[in-house]
């Protein structure tokens, strides 16, 4: 019993050395980019055909000290999704009418309910004959109880009743 908890203890420092490696490698990887960036820099604003003054330089050298002294972020802040919320209950998000694509879906999923013995909201008009055109009709007097919900690059979300689409 004694061996193997030397053996654990063995492979944490093992993974401890190798984590403290990690970080150690990773620092001298952003001195090293930013290094290279200085240098680019140096060689953006000194154009070779061009005698610089002592003024010129001295700029440079003061614009470079500052990139050299800049926080370096090494890692994004995660952002949670949050709901956007109107006080009115208006659409916030993308257009004020429903895209082609959400009506699209909002149909196609409405029919398929329809088609699997869901009931009907509306008067069943005389010339439809498929659950896509009762479908189209609902959704034309917006009685449908779905809820759209656009979602913002950062995930930031907004639920939109259909009955709040113009």
């Not at 980019?33 to 001295?58: G, M, T, V, W």
């Not at 009418?97 to 409405?110: D, Q, S, W």
């Amino acid at each position: 019993m004694p061996e193997s908890k030397t053996q654990t203890n063995d492979n944490q420092e093992e993974v401890d050395s190798e984590e403290s490696k990690k970080i150690e490698n990773n620092d001298g990887l952003l001195d090293t980019s930013a290094e290279k960036a200085i240098a680019q820099y140096r060689k953006i604003r000194e154009n070779p055909n061009e005698d610089l003054s002592e003024k010129e330089i001295a700029e440079i050298d003061k614009e470079c000290e500052i990139i050299k002294n800049r926080e370096i972020i090494t890692q994004d802040t995660p952002h949670t999704p949050v709901e956007i919320i109107s006080k009115d209950g208006s659409v916030i998000t993308g257009p004020l009418t429903l895209t082609r694509f959400e009506k699209a879906r909002i149909m196609g999923a409405r029919a398929l309910q329809l088609s699997l013995g869901a009931p009907v909201f509306i008067e069943i008009p005389k010339n439809a004959t498929t659950s896509l055109e009762i479908a189209m009709e609902e959704l034309k007097q917006r009685v449908i109880p779905i809820v759209i919900k656009r979602v913002l690059p950062n995930n930031d979300y907004q639920n939109i009743p259909i009955d709040k689409f113009l």
